[in-house]
């Protein structure tokens, strides 16, 4: 039944991957190109799997894949980049986003953005030793950072920040000090592996609420909104191919995912809630309470 049930959807997949290149079986010359930076979360590996298949080649969108999350703003405000897939949290760290919208909605947090520690929970709070917190500065990290804080009452205990681009901090020692880690598959796996513990993640904070959208500028959309829809369907059907034929869309992915296994990998699949196809209607909300414009996104 499995099988039947994935062959046919990859029948459909098959179909409406011929019906979107049909009339645009061609190489953008580079001149052309639009540049996203994005990085190997769960939720962008669609648009790798889009990219390694050759199906990005109709449009005029190329991604360059990054590790540390601020990297997307230093592209973005050089002028390399003219969008990225990000969380709303990173945009708010822009030093200006006026011009940057989000297109279409991604997924949402639910575990895979995680603390984690080398002490339990209990035994932090009743630190009186300083604790060192390796974090991305200037990124999501920061933010579910002081959501931890907030929640558990921690605001009197002695932090040391050391920023960290997350290849680091999966490197680190579970015998060291003291210490938190902010982190997020697919790096979380070496760091579990090392023995540190998850004791917070977007699954069990309440406070902070956090959203993977396509983010670009808005000065390119006019007259690109073809080019966009086409985009927004690559990924469904990259998306499709995940839920389909799990093993051949992760050895196509394989070499971006930091050495997961394809266990471990789908493991991390559940931690994420999908949004491409979702009622956008509570998620928009949840941006224009943060002042972030929504009026391009598509329907």
């Known amino acids: 039944m499995y099988m039947r049930t994935a062959t046919k959807i990859w029948l459909i997949t098959l179909a409406l991957l011929l019906a979107i290149t049909g009339t645009y079986l061609y190489q953008r010359p580079a001149e052309q190109q639009i540049r996203i930076s994005s990085n190997p979360w769960i939720g962008f590996t669609p648009f790798i799997y889009a990219q390694e298949k050759g199906w990005l080649n109709v449009t005029p969108f190329r991604f360059s894949w990054l590790v540390d999350l601020t990297e997307n ?17 990173e945009l ?3 030093n200006n986003y006026q011009h940057i919208t989000p297109i279409f909605l991604i997924d949402r947090s639910a575990g895979a953005d995680g603390i984690l520690s080398n002490r339990p929970l209990n035994e932090l709070r009743n630190m009186h030793s300083e604790i060192l917190v390796y974090l991305e500065l200037g990124s999501l990290n920061q933010d579910l950072f002081s959501a931890f804080v907030k929640e558990n009452k921690l605001e009197g205990l002695s932090f040391t920040f050391r920023n960290s681009a997350q290849k ?4 680190l020692d579970v015998k060291g000090p003291p210490t938190i880690i902010i982190s997020y598959a697919p790096y979380m796996t070496d760091l579990l592996k090392h023995g540190f513990m998850t004791v917070a993640s977007t699954q069990t904070l309440k406070s902070i609420f956090v959203i993977d959208a396509l983010f670009i500028d808005e000065n390119i959309i006019k007259g690109r909104e073809d080019d966009l829809q086409r985009l927004r369907n690559i990924f469904d059907l990259a998306r499709n191919r995940l839920a389909a034929d799990p093993h051949e869309f992760y050895n196509v992915i394989r070499s971006y995912l930091e050495g997961q296994t394809f266990e471990e990998f789908m493991a991390s699949v559940p931690q994420i809630e999908w ?3 979702a009622d956008p209607a509570p998620y928009v909300q949840q941006f224009k309470q943060q002042n972030i414009a929504t009026h391009r996104m598509l329907q």
């Open 92 to 94: 708010l760290h822009f």
């Open 168 to 171: 680091t901090i999966s490197q």
């Open 73 to 89: 703003a230093r592209l973005y405000e050089g002028g390399f980049t003219k969008g990225f897939t990000a969380t709303q949290y």
């Open 275 to 277: 949004l491409n196809r």
